[in-house]
């Protein structure tokens, strides 16, 4: 179906999601290589992205050698080899398996945050995105975009941000962090804008526990409080959705 001018899809099942979400990337990545000789693609992190990165590591339909890959976002004082932090999680399952010609690791232990996101948004520049893999949390963020600082017209493509209580309780429930203490309370985030001018935009959002913020950003308001509705502005965003994601719309 389409909503406004997001395209929806909606598999039976997590791992159908995940096959059909990481078939859609491989067609963009393939296009852009056999286009202009390379490809672009940022990858969001999370328990919901498990699946999808294991689909597009089983397939060797892609020259990975000709790809480079982002992240989406960083907690601020995390050092890469924090096991929550998501450089380690992309360095175990993305940059291990699929082997890009380059991986651009936000650095998260930086002394200066503020330069960090400045540097970051100056690589974004240079290497236009032709993909981008994006969940929706439970707080209906998109990356590190809480509804208290997301911004559909941010002027900057990457930020420090105060993470949204909410978003960080996520954390503690996907069993990255042992209590709300633990999760940091800053983060460098790429920013809505910037996520939504790949030229392909795919959100891979499998599980319940994601219905209620799916049900928001698709029947509710396009407004900031539930940022993942600006992908029903986004004519070139598929959403996948599985049957539990996809519960509240009354989708068979």
Same mark, same amino acid.
């Given at each position: 179906?389409?909503?406004d001018?997001?395209?929806?899809?909606v598999?039976p099942?997590?791992?159908?999601l995940a096959?059909?979400?990481?078939d859609?990337?491989?067609?963009v990545?393939?296009?852009?290589?056999a286009?202009?000789?390379?490809a672009n693609?940022m990858?969001?992190?999370?328990?919901?992205?498990?699946a999808?990165?294991?689909?597009?590591?089983?397939?060797d339909r892609v020259d990975?050698s000709k790809?480079a890959?982002?992240?989406?976002d960083?907690?601020?004082g995390?050092?890469?080899?924090h096991?929550?932090?998501?450089a380690?999680?992309?360095?175990?399952r993305v940059d291990?398996?699929?082997?890009?010609?380059t991986f651009h690791?936000?650095?998260g232990d930086?002394?200066?945050p503020?330069? =960090?996101a400045?540097r970051? %948004? $100056?690589? &974004? @520049?240079?290497h236009?995105?032709?993909?981008?893999? *994006?969940?929706i949390g439970?707080?209906?963020?998109?990356?590190?975009n809480?509804p208290?600082v997301a911004?559909?017209d941010d002027?900057?493509d990457?930020?420090?941000v105060?993470?949204d209580?909410?978003?960080?309780?996520?954390?503690?429930?996907e069993?990255h962090?042992?209590?709300?203490a633990d999760v940091?309370?800053?983060?460098i985030?790429?920013?809505?804008p910037?996520?939504l001018?790949?030229g392909?935009v795919?959100?891979i959002?499998?599980?319940a526990r994601?219905a209620?913020a799916?049900k928001?950003?698709?029947?509710g308001?396009i =407004?900031t409080a539930?940022? %993942? $509705?600006? &992908? @029903?502005?986004?004519?070139?965003?598929?959403?996948? *959705?599985d049957?539990?994601?996809a519960?509240?719309?009354?989708t068979p």
């Amino acid at each position: 179906m389409t909503l406004d001018e997001l395209h929806v899809h909606v598999l039976p099942d997590e791992q159908a999601l995940a096959r059909a979400a990481a078939d859609h990337a491989i067609g963009v990545l393939r296009a852009a290589i056999a286009g202009h000789g390379r490809a672009n693609v940022m990858f969001a992190s999370g328990n919901s992205q498990l699946a999808f990165l294991d689909a597009l590591a089983a397939s060797d339909r892609v020259d990975y050698s000709k790809v480079a890959a982002f992240h989406m976002d960083e907690y601020i004082g995390m050092g890469a080899d924090h096991p929550a932090g998501f450089a380690r999680y992309m360095l175990e399952r993305v940059d291990e398996r699929l082997h890009p010609r380059t991986f651009h690791f936000l650095r998260g232990d930086t002394p200066d945050p503020a330069a =960090e996101a400045v540097r970051y %948004a $100056s690589l &974004l @520049r240079d290497h236009p995105l032709d993909l981008c893999c *994006l969940g929706i949390g439970e707080n209906g963020h998109l990356a590190f975009n809480d509804p208290p600082v997301a911004d559909f017209d941010d002027p900057t493509d990457v930020k420090v941000v105060e993470l949204d209580e909410a978003c960080r309780r996520q954390q503690v429930g996907e069993g990255h962090f042992p209590t709300l203490a633990d999760v940091p309370t800053h983060a460098i985030t790429v920013t809505i804008p910037a996520l939504l001018r790949a030229g392909t935009v795919l959100a891979i959002v499998p599980e319940a526990r994601k219905a209620e913020a799916v049900k928001r950003a698709l029947t509710g308001p396009i =407004e900031t409080a539930s940022p %993942a $509705s600006a &992908l @029903r502005r986004c004519a070139h965003a598929t959403l996948y *959705l599985d049957a539990d994601s996809a519960s509240g719309l009354g989708t068979p």
